[in-house]
């Protein structure tokens, strides 16, 4: 069995496979909550921008994107949406988010689909935050994005969940998912196994991926968000059918002193 990194197998089956994002793709709902949250937001700083899903629509909304991103294989695929479409608003930054440094102040900061949780530690989770505090303008904006924490699953049971999918190339994938939960460190870990099949449902190739998160609870975001100058404005549980997500959105009330 091959063993690729989150950025390989993951990236390139990020819009098709239900375990990722392609409901968000065939549905709306969250990415026009994003376009209205952005409305009068002209200059935004997207932290882990993937393969482009919240970052496409909103150039294509007219706002300025300076999407951070660290993987070189979401780079390469949200480099081709880009070509693709003819955007010129968007600037990609290849760089680790917690090593970003703004040069300019921003309308509006976007932490999508769990970036927060990615991170390798609640002080990296803190200081992210207080990167992004730094880099908007007073009355600026934020939006974090992240899934709840599993409750039934906590503490050694684990949970297998099987899909198929076909990427932007007509291969057909059988997904297996065993995720699992540990309530005292707080952290997730989802393990994923990607077969490409023929016709005959003949294996041809077989991927494994391991992707950990450091979960938060919602008290904890909102907390951090409070201490850090934010004022929040809504939080929001479920916004569709399809995405279960929480969404935070607050306002910076001042700049942090260090």
Same mark, same amino acid.
């Given at each position: ?29 969250? /990415? ?19 393969? &482009? ?8 909304? &007219? ?55 990615? /991170? &390798? ?18 009355? &600026? ?79 904890? /975001? ?37």
């Amino acid at each position: 069995m091959a063993k690729y990194e989150y950025s390989d197998i993951v990236a390139e089956m990020y819009d098709y496979s239900p375990f990722f994002s392609k409901f968000i793709c065939q549905n709306s709902a969250v /990415v026009d909550f994003y376009i209205s949250e952005a409305k009068n937001n002209k200059k935004i700083l997207e932290f882990g921008s993937a393969t &482009g899903i919240f970052t496409i629509p909103l150039a294509q909304s &007219g706002h300025i994107i300076d999407a951070v991103e660290m993987s070189d294989d979401m780079i390469k695929i949200i480099k081709r949406k880009i070509e693709d479409k003819n955007i010129k608003n968007i600037n990609i930054r290849k760089q680790n988010a917690l090593c970003f440094s703004a040069i300019e102040e921003y309308d509006m900061v976007i932490l999508p689909d769990s970036l927060l949780l990615a /991170v &390798g530690s609640k002080i990296e989770q803190e200081e992210l935050l207080k990167i992004s505090n730094k880099a908007l303008k007073k009355g &600026g904006k934020i939006i974090i994005d992240f899934f709840p924490p599993n409750y039934k699953l906590f503490d050694g049971e684990i949970k297998r969940s099987y899909a198929k999918a076909k990427d932007c190339n007509g291969n057909l994938y059988l997904i297996e998912r065993e995720e699992c939960w540990d309530s005292i460190q707080q952290i997730s870990e989802l393990k994923y196994i990607h077969k490409m099949i023929d016709c005959n449902f003949n294996i041809i190739k077989k991927y494994e991926s391991i992707i950990k998160y450091n979960f938060l609870y919602l008290s904890e /975001v909102i907390m951090y968000l409070e201490n850090l100058h934010f004022k929040i404005d809504k939080c929001i549980g479920e916004l569709c059918k399809y995405y279960n997500n929480y969404i935070i959105t607050a306002t910076k009330t001042s700049e942090l002193t260090y």
